[in-house]
């Protein structure tokens, strides 16, 4: 059972080296698929705008 | 997630039937159900699957098919026009003791005129559909939350997509090695969730593709366009603002211009002014027109005298003998007023007298000669008379004629003297009006005040001229003043665009650095996952497999395709005995679990069916092990659950039962006894 996102890719995620804010954005967007898949009437395309406008303020480019 | 107990209720052989799963000893976490075939295993699965998902996915046996969930006895007891209910109830519970309560309920309703005897009997009408019930009792907290879309948790806790990977049915197990490599690569991505990568790297490229048709209203442009637009406006915007400038600066010349013409003009207005305001143009024609008027006063006081004198001439002779009019008038007037003239009787009035002889005061006279002798006389002196009279009144007349324009004359004399004086008058003042314009202007210079007045036109015409143009000039300003807002719109809108293509950019640019991570850990993971997968079923396979040294390697390629490597170097799966397969099957599925993303209990239905005894007895040691953590219930036949497996075994199993089960004319009954 699974209320979360299997650790196994969260520990890889944080294992990439890459900023913090790329992190937190792949997390939150696994959350949005999760909700998702378990049936979340959610529109992704909004959600995602959200997380991009939210964690690439922040994100410094290389 | 474990499941604290399952309570059924007429769900098929289940009359009423409570499980416990839970032990206190927290480190067992196997169950064991042992039943003969058909008692009731499959459909224990399938109350759970019906409880959660509403199905009973798990296949029925051929005594169940085409019959209602409801316990057949239970319905062949049932009277005509009651109603039953079908129940099954769980409780589940996490690690942080968090619980989940769920209950599913279908009612069935016996039809009327039923005799509840006959082929009839089984006939039920499902009466009421009660959707899933769940209670949610938070970790710490006291108080059940009703939960409003259970589906949806349900669905977190335990997808139906991929519950037969936690629900097995070992009798299909090892056909899921002849479906396609597809199927288990699909259902290992969802059970590692890497499906939730796959489809975040998939949406998110969707997004990054988006990114500027959303924003900016059309596909990607190339921020050299957008740079160029801003420059390209910049530019036109400093032209305008130069062109402003200098038609600003033309704009204050003219101004300038116009001050000094109007000084000019208030110059030589005020030499003018000092010049008692004379205006030699003016005054010049007003002297004109006086002494154009002087002209025709005098020409026509000359005609009036004239015409006065030739009326005296005329007049004068009278004039001289008016004395003697007057007193032959008189004379007349006398004779006249004294009846004298003319006579005063009518000589046809003396003739009638005569001719009818008889007088005016009555007396007859036709006898009396004398009378008629003196009447005879008056006729006979009467026509000298009369010559005479008339002739004096003739002369009366005349004189009376002379004598009345002698008066009209001097009527007549006295108008032309008014006039004449009013003409002279008129004359003189103009006289004098000329003498003094003409004062005026020989005091100035004539010229001087000319060229003045010339000077001062020639200013004002300038003047006008150029607060005509200064007019234009503003409007010209106006218009580009107009021209220079409208390109600095643009341009702001362009340098918005342009701001907001960068920002753009800048998220581009962190999609695809989040995309090439995104790929990067799914890659990893898949490779880590297979790897872990494969090591672990080769590991399980080679531990539990009876011919230790017949098969030596177990692969796995990226598709999920499994091969199992036989000494001799050949692939071998085609090979497998039946219990092999399923050992395999059961390695493999014991491996999936433990990179397994999901918390979910497992349920194994005949986990040993077609397995001999020693790898039996090894399966019982290791899945254990294999599955540590995870609460395990085994749905087993007596003789797969020997006295050496239920040993093994012993250590980590919980709660045992034993399904009693009793046949029925139709369905049967099973009742949970607990042994252990």
Same mark, same amino acid.
């Given at each position: 059972?699974?209320?979360?996102?299997?650790?196994?890719?969260?520990?890889?995620?944080e294992?990439?080296?890459?900023?913090r804010?790329?992190?937190q954005f792949?997390?939150?967007?696994?959350?949005?698929?999760?909700?998702?898949f378990?049936?979340?009437?959610?529109r992704?395309s909004?959600e995602y705008?959200?997380?991009?406008?939210?964690?690439?303020?922040?994100y410094?480019?290389? | 997630m474990?499941?604290?107990?399952?309570?059924?209720?007429n769900?098929?052989q289940?009359?009423?039937?409570?499980?416990?799963?839970?032990?206190?000893?927290?480190?067992?976490?196997?169950i064991?159900i042992?039943?003969?075939?058909?008692? %009731?295993?499959?459909?224990?699965v399938?109350?759970?699957?019906?409880?959660?998902?509403?199905?009973?996915?798990?296949q029925l046996?051929?005594?169940?098919?085409?019959?209602?969930?409801?316990?057949t006895?239970?319905?062949?007891?049932? !009277?005509?026009?009651?109603?039953?209910?079908v129940?099954?109830?769980?409780?589940?519970?996490?690690?942080?003791?968090?619980?989940?309560?769920?209950k599913?309920?279908?009612?069935? *309703?016996k039809p009327?005129?039923?005799?509840?005897q006959?082929?009839?009997?089984?006939? =039920?009408i499902?009466?009421?559909?009660?959707?899933?019930t769940?209670?949610?009792?938070?970790?710490?907290?006291k108080d059940?939350?009703? =939960?409003?879309?259970?589906s949806?948790?349900?669905?977190?806790?335990?997808?139906?997509?991929?519950?037969?990977?936690? @629900?097995?049915?070992?009798?299909?197990?090892?056909?899921?090695?002849?479906?396609?490599?597809?199927?288990?690569?699909?259902?290992?991505?969802?059970?590692?969730?890497?499906?939730?990568l796959?489809?975040?790297? =998939?949406?998110?490229d969707?997004?990054?593709e988006?990114l @500027?048709?959303?924003e900016?209203?059309?596909?990607?442009?190339?921020?050299?366009?957008i740079?160029?637009?801003?420059?390209?406006?910049?530019?036109?915007?400093?032209?305008?603002?130069?062109?402003?400038?200098?038609?600003e600066?033309?704009?204050a010349?003219?101004?300038?211009e116009?001050?000094?013409?109007?000084?000019?003009? *208030?110059?030589?207005?005020?030499?003018l002014?000092?010049?008692?305001n004379?205006?030699v143009?003016e005054?010049?024609?007003?002297?004109?027109?006086?002494?154009?008027?002087?002209?025709?006063?005098?020409?026509?006081?000359?005609?009036l005298?004239?015409?006065?004198?030739?009326?005296?001439?005329k007049?004068?002779?009278?004039?001289l003998?008016k004395t003697?009019?007057?007193?032959?008038?008189?004379?007349?007037a006398? !004779?006249m007023?004294?009846?004298?003239i003319?006579?005063? @009787?009518?000589?046809?009035?003396?003739?009638?007298?005569?001719?009818?002889?008889?007088c005016?005061?009555?007396?007859?006279?036709?006898?009396?000669?004398e009378?008629?002798?003196?009447?005879e006389?008056?006729?006979?002196?009467?026509?000298k008379?009369?010559?005479?009279s008339?002739e004096?009144?003739?002369?009366?007349h005349?004189?009376?004629?002379?004598?009345?324009?002698?008066?009209?004359f001097?009527?007549?004399e006295?108008?032309?003297?008014?006039?004449?004086?009013?003409?002279?008058e008129?004359?003189?003042r103009?006289?004098?009006?000329?003498?003094?314009?003409?004062?005026?202007?020989?005091?100035s210079s004539?010229?001087?005040?000319?060229d003045?007045n010339? !000077?001062l036109?020639?200013?004002?015409?300038?003047?006008?001229?150029?607060?005509?143009d200064? %007019?234009?000039?503003?409007?010209?300003?106006?218009q580009?003043?107009?021209?220079i807002?409208?390109?600095?719109?643009?341009?702001?809108?362009?340098i918005t665009?342009?701001? &907001?293509?960068?920002e753009l950019k800048?998220?581009?640019?962190?999609?695809?650095?989040?995309l090439?991570?995104?790929?990067?850990?799914?890659d990893?993971?898949?490779?880590d996952? &297979?790897?872990?997968i494969?090591?672990?079923?080769?590991?399980?396979f080679l531990?539990?497999?009876?011919?230790?040294?017949?098969?030596?390697?177990?692969?796995i390629?990226d598709?999920?395709?499994?091969?199992?490597?036989?000494?001799?170097?050949?692939?071998?799966?085609?090979?497998?005995?039946? %219990?092999?397969?399923?050992?395999?099957?059961?390695s493999?599925m014991?491996?999936?679990?433990?990179?397994?993303?999901f918390?979910?209990?497992?349920?194994?239905?005949?986990?040993?069916?077609?397995?001999?005894?020693?790898p039996?007895i090894?399966?019982?040691?290791?899945?254990?092990?294999?599955?540590?953590?995870?609460?395990?219930?085994l749905? =087993?036949?007596?003789?797969?659950?020997?006295?050496?497996v239920?040993?093994?075994?012993?250590p980590?199993v919980? !709660?045992?039962?034993?399904?009693?089960?009793?046949?029925?004319?139709?369905g049967g009954?099973a009742?949970?006894?607990?042994i252990?």
């Amino acid at each position: 059972m699974s209320e979360t996102i299997n650790r196994r890719i969260l520990e890889k995620i944080e294992e990439m080296e890459c900023s913090r804010e790329i992190k937190q954005f792949l997390k939150e967007i696994l959350l949005i698929e999760l909700r998702i898949f378990e049936g979340g009437s959610i529109r992704y395309s909004d959600e995602y705008s959200k997380a991009i406008k939210k964690y690439a303020v922040n994100y410094k480019e290389v | 997630m474990k499941i604290e107990y399952i309570k059924l209720k007429n769900f098929r052989q289940y009359v009423d039937e409570t499980i416990n799963f839970l032990s206190e000893d927290e480190n067992r976490n196997f169950i064991v159900i042992v039943a003969p075939n058909g008692a %009731g295993k499959t459909n224990l699965v399938n109350a759970i699957t019906w409880c959660l998902y509403g199905k009973e996915l798990h296949q029925l046996k051929e005594k169940y098919l085409g019959l209602p969930l409801i316990n057949t006895t239970v319905l062949k007891n049932m !009277k005509p026009g009651t109603t039953v209910n079908v129940e099954v109830e769980m409780m589940m519970v996490d690690e942080n003791n968090g619980k989940i309560f769920l209950k599913r309920t279908q009612g069935f *309703r016996k039809p009327e005129g039923q005799s509840g005897q006959g082929k009839n009997d089984n006939d =039920v009408i499902p009466a009421m559909d009660q959707p899933l019930t769940m209670l949610r009792l938070n970790p710490g907290q006291k108080d059940w939350i009703l =939960v409003q879309d259970p589906s949806y948790i349900v669905n977190r806790l335990i997808p139906q997509s991929i519950e037969e990977y936690f @629900f097995f049915d070992c009798e299909r197990l090892d056909k899921y090695f002849e479906e396609a490599a597809g199927e288990i690569r699909d259902a290992v991505f969802k059970i590692s969730q890497l499906q939730l990568l796959e489809n975040a790297i =998939v949406h998110l490229d969707r997004k990054k593709e988006s990114l @500027f048709k959303e924003e900016l209203g059309n596909k990607r442009r190339d921020a050299k366009d957008i740079e160029d637009r801003v420059r390209g406006l910049t530019e036109q915007l400093d032209e305008m603002k130069k062109i402003k400038d200098r038609e600003e600066k033309a704009l204050a010349n003219l101004e300038m211009e116009k001050e000094e013409a109007e000084q000019e003009e *208030r110059k030589y207005s005020k030499l003018l002014e000092s010049h008692e305001n004379i205006n030699v143009q003016e005054l010049e024609k007003r002297r004109n027109s006086v002494n154009a008027e002087l002209e025709t006063d005098k020409k026509k006081l000359r005609e009036l005298e004239k015409e006065r004198l030739n009326m005296l001439v005329k007049i004068m002779p009278t004039m001289l003998i008016k004395t003697a009019i007057d007193k032959t008038s008189g004379f007349i007037a006398k !004779k006249m007023d004294a009846g004298e003239i003319p006579p005063d @009787f009518s000589e046809k009035f003396i003739e009638k007298i005569l001719e009818t002889g008889r007088c005016i005061c009555g007396a007859d006279i036709s006898n009396s000669d004398e009378a008629k002798k003196k009447l005879e006389a008056l006729i006979k002196g009467h026509d000298k008379l009369s010559n005479w009279s008339n002739e004096l009144l003739n002369l009366y007349h005349d004189l009376e004629i002379v004598s009345k324009e002698i008066d009209h004359f001097k009527e007549k004399e006295v108008i032309y003297d008014d006039q004449i004086r009013e003409i002279e008058e008129r004359i003189r003042r103009n006289t004098i009006t000329v003498n003094e314009i003409s004062d005026k202007l020989d005091k100035s210079s004539i010229e001087q005040i000319r060229d003045w007045n010339n !000077k001062l036109q020639e200013w004002r015409k300038i003047k006008d001229k150029l607060s005509e143009d200064i %007019g234009w000039k503003k409007a010209q300003i106006d218009q580009i003043r107009a021209q220079i807002s409208k390109l600095e719109k643009l341009r702001s809108d362009a340098i918005t665009t342009h701001e &907001k293509y960068k920002e753009l950019k800048h998220y581009d640019a962190f999609c695809e650095e989040c995309l090439r991570i995104a790929k990067k850990v799914k890659d990893e993971i898949m490779r880590d996952v &297979k790897n872990e997968i494969e090591k672990k079923t080769k590991e399980q396979f080679l531990e539990l497999i009876w011919k230790e040294k017949t098969y030596t390697d177990v692969k796995i390629d990226d598709n999920y395709k499994i091969s199992v490597i036989h000494e001799s170097g050949m692939e071998a799966i085609g090979t497998l005995s039946a %219990g092999e397969r399923q050992v395999l099957a059961l390695s493999f599925m014991a491996a999936l679990n433990s990179v397994s993303g999901f918390d979910a209990p497992i349920i194994i239905d005949t986990p040993l069916g077609r397995i001999s005894r020693e790898p039996k007895i090894n399966i019982a040691k290791n899945l254990p092990n294999y599955l540590k953590g995870k609460q395990v219930t085994l749905l =087993v036949t007596e003789e797969e659950y020997t006295h050496e497996v239920r040993e093994k075994l012993r250590p980590s199993v919980a !709660k045992e039962y034993k399904i009693e089960f009793k046949e029925q004319e139709v369905g049967g009954l099973a009742k949970v006894v607990e042994i252990r």
